[in-house]
């Protein structure tokens, strides 16, 4: 059958894809009409973040039987209307989990020990040591939102740094196995609580704008939000309002609402962090992802009516 690569995949992904006897097309930067055009013929599409697969783009492809994201979260596909057609649908949740665990401290520990504007002073031959006075993570409290396969891996390196974790989660009704030594609390109980604010939940309509500006004013004036999920989750005119008020003491971010953002008010400021959708950016995560996605795609298109 056919099968669209319509976002970069791991080399590794196509070729297997190939080796089940597909034929794949490789074709990115597709939208709209343009892709749906792309699709005639197609029983399969794997994508990553960055194509849409909108509800025009499914009910003009009338072959497409399968939408396959390699990654998390499922934002850029119109999941009614695939259900309405009887399109499959399925991501790779579990492949970018490590990535984007250990990119949330590499965030944390750039904002809490000042190391972009540091290493920046040494690169002009600039010597500081008292300017970048810094903040152990050992002894505080993490908070988590979101405790599915990513915040869990997040959980688990707070450990290794002495942080306390607690974390809120409506679909998770209990401490999984193996994590007894977290704490689970509503999120209203949460957010006063932490000294940081770590969030790993897709965005949905039930999580768009979850953190706004009651959910900060109700946080420590002292905690920080690191935002590693998707652009959305947090009200960014809030969080700006936050961060310039005195009322939260920084915010590290991988995901902004648009994207790129452009000059975003956000980046402006010296308490933020930032970096551009880097989560699942590593070598191992893109194998992983791209070959799952594969995997997922040739056993739909194996089922009868696949």
Request: aromatic share 4%.
């Amino acid at each position: 059958m056919k099968v669209l690569v319509a976002d970069r995949l791991d080399p590794a992904a196509v070729a297997r894809l190939r080796a089940a006897g597909h034929e794949v097309l490789e074709r990115t930067g597709l939208e709209g009409a343009e892709l749906a055009e792309a699709l005639h013929g197609v029983a399969a599409i794997l994508v990553r973040g960055a194509t849409k697969v909108t509800a025009g783009v499914l009910r003009g492809s009338p072959s497409l039987r399968v939408v396959v994201r390699a990654g998390t979260g499922l934002d850029n596909v119109d999941l009614a209307v695939a259900r309405e057609l009887g399109v499959f649908v399925s991501n790779t949740p579990a492949a970018n989990a490590v990535s984007v665990a250990e990119l949330t401290f590499g965030l944390l520990l750039a904002l809490e020990r000042h190391l972009v504007p540091a290493a920046g002073d040494l690169r002009r031959g600039v010597w500081e040591k008292t300017k970048y006075l810094g903040h152990e993570l050992a002894g505080r409290r993490l908070g988590l939102v979101g405790f599915g396969r990513i915040g869990r891996e997040v959980a688990l390196r707070a450990r290794a740094f002495g942080l306390e974790v607690e974390w809120s989660d409506p679909l998770v009704a209990a401490a999984p196995a193996g994590f007894e030594w977290t704490r689970r609390l509503a999120l209203a109980g949460l957010l006063p609580r932490v000294d940081y604010l770590s969030l790993h939940v897709p965005l949905t309509p039930e999580t768009r704008g979850l953190i706004g500006p009651a959910q900060l004013a109700a946080m420590k004036p002292d905690a920080v939000l690191v935002q590693c999920a998707r652009g959305g989750v947090v009200d960014e005119a809030a969080l700006l309002g936050a961060l310039k008020g005195g009322k939260l003491r920084g915010a590290a971010l991988d995901v902004f609402e648009t994207e790129p953002p452009g000059a975003h008010p956000l980046l402006a400021l010296a308490n933020v962090v930032a970096t551009p959708h880097l989560g699942a950016s590593t070598t191992e995560a893109q194998e992983r992802a791209g070959l799952e996605a594969a995997e997922i795609a040739i056993a739909a298109l194996a089922r009868p009516g696949g």
